[in-house]
T-cell receptor, first 114, second 112 residues
Framework: ETGVTQSPTHLIKTRGQQVTLRCSSQSGHNTVSWYQQALGQGPQFIFQYYREEENGRGNFPPRFSGLQFPNYSSELNVNALELDDSALYLC?????????????FGPGTRLTVT | GNSVTQMEGPVTLSEEAFLTINCTYTATGYPSLFWYVQYPGEGLQLLLKATKADDKGSNKGFEATYRKETTSFHLEKGSVQVSDSAVYFCALSNNYGQNFVFGPGTRLSVLP
């Protein structure tokens, strides 16, 4: 069984640029959630995708957007990067069948905005 | 809105000591409760979970009991090891798996 994978591992961008992060969900999982984890803090929920539709969103501005593909992989796009966007971005997958829908996390993408 | 509060760290213990990390929550309805662990340089791993009041989750010697009357889900281990050194996160979600809310994390260091 393949776990959750994310790419790239690390990324350095300049303020104002745009970035795309990618996530492949665990085999059999149809739901993907994205989180932002600032240094020394807990993950903050960005949004969740189920069957290619956004299925819940946290308190993040519209410049954070996402996609889910038919194979359940997902992208997180961030436009107009700000210095405060520097963080570890975590992707988690889960299954909509059964419960309690515990999430399985990837290793994350470390984004640095300069 | 939903929220999770954890005891502040860092927590430093000697090997074989007893561990308690406090977690309390505020939520509407009947959330599911989780403990996740994050080892240095890695993503989060599910440690244990509980879905209803009085449920006890357990794994790798760690335990936590869902206490609805005190809205708590404290993590305990009877004898910690150096390999338990990590950051521990308490979390909750509604029973559709949406909107996971994490606490700020508690860093545990176990000394030999």
């Amino acid at each position: 069984e393949t776990g959750v994978t994310q790419s790239p591992t690390h990324l350095i961008k300049t303020r104002g640029q745009q970035v795309t992060l990618r996530c492949s969900s665990q085999s059999g999982h149809n739901t993907v959630s994205w989180y932002q984890q600032a240094l020394g803090q807990g993950p903050q929920f960005i949004f969740q995708y189920y069957r290619e539709e956004e299925n819940g969103r946290g308190n993040f501005p519209p410049r954070f957007s996402g996609l889910q593909f038919p194979n359940y992989s997902s992208e997180l796009n961030v436009n107009a990067l700000e210095l405060d966007d520097s963080a570890l971005y975590l992707c988690a997958s889960s299954s909509s069948t059964g419960g309690p829908y515990e999430q399985y996390f990837g290793p994350g993408t470390r984004l640095t905005v300069t | 809105g939903n929220s999770v509060t954890q005891m502040e760290g860092p927590v430093t213990l000697s090997e074989e000591a007893f561990l308690t990390i406090n977690c309390t929550y505020t939520a509407t309805g009947y959330p599911s409760l989780f403990w996740y662990v994050q080892y240095p340089g890695e993503g989060l791993q599910l440690l244990l979970k509980a879905t209803k009041a009085d449920d006890k989750g357990s794994n790798k010697g760690f335990e936590a009991t869902y206490r609805k009357e005190t809205t708590s889900f404290h993590l305990e281990k009877g004898s910690v090891q150096v390999s338990d050194s990590a950051v521990y996160f308490c979390a909750l979600s509604n029973n559709y798996g949406q909107n996971f809310v994490f606490g700020p994390g508690t860093r545990l260091s176990v000394l030999p």
